[in-house]
């Protein structure tokens, strides 16, 4: 306003003082009189024009403004016009952030501008200030501007003082309708604003978020927050808050009702993904993931679920609207790894061709060392939540560096799995196999390759804990899985053994950028001799997903052939440092590692003659996980042993 009032007054006396001059002209004489129109030149110049008192500006001159040396002068080929300088506000780091975001002169830094502009830019922002120190509470505050003209070497400097004053604070908050809840003092520390709270807009807008919540959560699915009536009381520093509540009455859950569209599967189905039964009560947080579970599904790209007051009173249904997505998909994918060689995949899958959520897929490899065919079923939410029920048919070929297997497996289990909406601690899964496999390696006792068949039945269970902090990308927490197996074999004869696994894995931050990531894993086989059990049955150590810098599968005992013969144990231990790097948004990052382990003959690791690798990793953090390259050496190279291995994959190597 200030601004203002100067430049009113600097047009009034501009205008005074023109007056004034044109008051002290003598009258201008009578021009001489035209005796013909015709005679008229039109290349005539124009009589001056008496009493003005300034002369025709001649437009063959210079301009003034051109050749002032005022840096000011705003011109397209120039770098920022003026510095912006904040003062006052240095204990007050959100008016800062605030100011940085929406200030005029700090979105138009760099832009042509000149004097005028500048000022204008100051006073928009003096009131953008103002503004947001009211949402602050600081109702007394005083804003003032200075703009400082450019010297030699310097820019122009706009500064922006701000003389915060004392903070407002609530004297009196009134929430209108809470206490016909019953849970008045729980909804007030939800509301979390109370008598001597700050006046900080932010908190209440907060606050009434918190509230509408906490109503949600403990069975109030129609409560409606009204808008806040704040008055402000300059004299006491203070102000009173009043809002009006309207619960709507508390409410149990009813039924799930489906409302148009064509729904992949029956609302049966529905209530066994949704996490409450008919009659508990209404939790708008189990709404929230009720939606979340469903588009997990992938049957269903869009979801919506509206309260409505239930056919039995007292209660809620839920009216929902399912957009079927698209079911069938066609999918590849391709790697490499040293040892392993190429291997390319590629699936179609239709994800309800056995309603309900019954993904059949059927899916081929052709690979350097592998060969497969397929067809996998997974039943989604099975009965109840996040349980699922497996089942596959392969037929497979493997030459791998140890044997030659051509199998045909006949498979099913059911798991609780963990998921990303819900990330559980607990897991386990119990299931079937049986198989026939044609294997290929070396009789140790006649000197030559055998090619035996072995009928397997096998019972594996699997238990897991999960105490992490992300199920892609932990960086903080552990983990721990068991697994056992207990198998018959019939190959010459009948026998059996108990296939056992142990796995942990531990994650520490340190700082932002750094997490140092841990693994041990543990196996053991007992109730059979090493060469009456199937090779492909056997621990095997080696490549990425076990110890880095050595083949697949090539860690280990070596037969006459220079052949990996696997064993009855093992032992694998890694340690990694997960660096993200300051670059490229952090999307990126490096993990330098080392990998040690062994494989034995016995049933029971002895950790002797531990192999070990060496080496490094990139990282490319994408929103479906991240991305590995990781390349190895070994240390203590064995004749024929690569000098570097490479392997390429989704996902962290645990």
Request: charged share 20%.
């Amino acid at each position: 306003m200030g601004s203002g009032l100067i430049y009113s007054a600097v047009f009034a006396v501009a205008v005074l003082v023109s007056g004034a001059a044109l008051a002290q002209q003598p009258a201008p004489a009578a021009p001489p009189p035209v005796s013909n129109p015709g005679d008229l030149d039109p290349e005539t110049p124009l009589a001056p024009l008496p009493g003005l008192g300034v002369d025709w500006p001649d437009l063959n001159t210079t301009d003034p403004l051109e050749a002032a040396p005022d840096t000011a002068v705003a011109r397209p080929d120039e770098t920022p016009r003026y510095a912006v300088r904040l003062a006052g506000a240095d204990e007050l780091p959100k008016v800062r952030e605030r100011f940085d975001a929406l200030s005029v002169l700090r979105a138009n830094d760099g832009k042509p501008a000149n004097v005028a502009q500048i000022d204008r830019r100051a006073r928009d922002d003096a009131e953008l200030l103002d503004a947001i120190m009211r949402s602050e509470g600081y109702y007394d505050a005083t804003v003032t501007t200075d703009i400082a003209p450019a010297t030699e070497g310097t820019r122009v400097t706009v500064t922006l003082t701000v003389i915060p004053g004392e903070q407002f604070k609530f004297t009196q908050v009134d929430l209108n309708g809470v206490g016909a809840t019953g849970e008045k003092p729980a909804l007030e520390t939800a509301f979390g604003v109370a008598p001597t709270t700050p006046v900080v807009a932010e908190t209440v807008i907060a606050g009434q978020a918190a509230l509408l919540d906490k109503l949600g959560r403990t069975g109030y699915p129609f409560a409606k927050v009204g808008e806040p009536s704040v008055v402000v009381d300059h004299e006491t520093r203070g102000a009173t808050l009043d809002l009006n509540i309207n619960p709507g009455g508390k409410r149990n859950f009813g039924a799930i009702r489906y409302d148009g569209g064509k729904p992949p599967f029956n609302a049966k189905h529905a209530e066994v993904i949704a996490r409450w039964n008919p009659g508990d009560l209404y939790d708008s947080y189990l709404v929230d993931d009720f939606r979340r579970a469903v588009v997990a599904t992938g049957l269903v790209s869009q979801v919506r679920v509206t309260p409505v007051e239930g056919a039995t009173p007292g209660t809620v249904d839920m009216q929902t609207v399912l957009d079927p997505a698209p079911f069938r998909t066609i999918a590849g994918e391709a790697g490499y790894g040293t040892g392993e060689g190429f291997r390319v995949e590629a699936s179609w899958q239709h994800r309800n061709l056995i309603q309900p959520e019954g993904a059949v897929t059927l899916r081929g490899i052709v690979g350097t060392r592998e060969q497969l065919l397929g067809a996998t079923l997974r039943m989604g939410n099975f009965r109840r939540r996040d349980q699922v029920l497996n089942a596959r048919l392969l037929a497979s070929h493997n030459n791998k560096a140890a044997y030659d297997a051509y199998t045909f497996e006949l498979a099913g289990s059911i798991e609780r799995q963990t998921t990303i909406i819900w990330q559980k601690p607990w897991s386990y899964s119990l299931g079937g196999e049986i198989l026939y496999s044609s294997e290929r390696n070396l009789d140790p006792l006649r000197g030559a390759l055998v090619r035996r068949n072995f009928y397997i039945g096998a019972l594996p269970v699997t238990l897991s804990y999960d105490g992490s902090n992300d199920l892609l990308d932990p960086t903080t927490g552990f983990r721990l899985a068991a697994r056992l197996s207990p198998e018959i074999s019939l190959e010459a004869k009948t026998f059996g053994y108990v296939k056992v696994q142990l796995d942990g894995s531990y994650y520490q931050p340190l700082g932002d950028r750094v997490v140092i990531a841990g693994r041990a894993r543990l196996g053991g086989i007992a109730g059979a001799s090493q060469s009456t059990i199937a090779p492909s049955r056997l621990f095997y150590a080696g490549g990425g997903g076990s110890i880095r810098g050595f083949g697949y599968q090539l860690i280990g005992p070596l037969n006459a052939l220079n052949q990996p013969t696997g064993g009855r144990s093992l032992a694998e231990f890694s340690l990694e440092a997960r660096v993200r790097l300051p670059v490229f948004g952090g999307n990126f990052g490096v993990v330098p590692f080392i990998d040690a382990g062994n494989v034995y003959e016995k049933s029971l690791p002895d950790f002797k003659g531990m192999r070990v690798g060496v080496g490094v990793g990139l990282r490319y953090y994408s929103n479906f996980g991240p991305i590995r390259i990781d390349v190895g050496m070994p240390l203590a190279r064995r004749p024929k042993e690569s000098r570097v291995s490479i392997q390429v994959s989704l996902g962290q190597a645990f």
